[in-house]
């Protein structure tokens, strides 16, 4: 997902009704047209209504929707999915994903100054994908992995084959619904590569390291490592 800046407002097109994730814990509450309950998860996913400007500032207005989106049965569940988040309204799966508007409305204030937008805290968010649903409106819940971030792609009893993620056993694959088809294709193509032979300790660094930063952003840090540091 991307962070958008002022900058990027300009090119919202909102007849096409895009889905956005919201931040709503880095809202200052003035920003908040009705008052979020404190029970409800910090993320929500919104709609953008209309954009207005005044005094050096941009506003997106938008409505709190709720989406209903379950399954992800598939790798062309999860592409034509990720088309419907950034266009609802055109996308042929929009029947299958039932978008209701909530009663909640928020404006969001983005500042025209450069120097004083690096202040504001980025709390909305465009260009999601299907990982990013699954992180941030649904809990890390993973049916493919049960939420180990990781597979063994010989292993899975035909999940993998329904991602184009099968390969041989014995590595550790990252899980294609929940960390991400793109990231899973390049993670199986390392581990191809050196299926046979123990990979260079450079390129082993490069994918770990790639691997971990897909697990900070979408969160899943702090439970990957007690996973491996709990006792036996």
């Not at 909305?124 to 941030?136: E, G, K, T």
């Not at 993670?187 to 032979?197: A, I």
């Amino acid at each position: 997902m991307y962070p958008l800046e002022h900058t990027d407002l300009k090119d919202i097109r909102l007849e096409e009704k895009p889905i956005f994730l919201l931040n709503t814990a880095l809202l200052p509450i003035r920003q908040v047209i009705q008052q979020i309950q404190k029970d409800n998860p910090a993320y929500k996913s919104v709609q953008p209504i209309s954009i207005t400007s005044s005094a050096g500032k941009q506003i997106i207005h938008c409505r709190g929707v709720d989406l209903d989106m379950d399954g992800f049965g598939n790798e062309t569940d999860v592409i034509e999915t990720e088309k419907w988040l950034d266009f609802p309204k055109g996308c042929k799966y929009s029947d299958y994903h039932i978008v209701s508007g909530t009663a909640t409305l928020y404006d969001i204030v983005f500042l025209e100054s450069s120097t004083l937008a690096l202040r504001m805290p980025k709390c909305l968010f465009s260009d999601l994908i299907v990982p990013d649903v699954i992180a941030f409106l649904q809990d890390g819940e993973c049916w493919v992995c049960r939420k180990k971030r990781d597979i063994c792609p010989g292993c899975t009893g035909g999940k993998a084959q329904e991602f184009d993620a099968f390969m041989g056993c014995g590595v550790s694959l990252a899980c294609p619904l929940c960390i991400g088809l793109e990231f899973m294709a390049i993670d199986k193509e390392y581990h191809q590569k050196y299926y046979d032979n123990e990979p260079p300790s450079e390129q082993k660094a490069a994918r770990d390291k790639r691997f971990r930063n897909q697990l900070i952003e979408f969160g899943y840090l702090q439970q990957w490592e007690a996973r491996w540091t709990a006792p036996l």
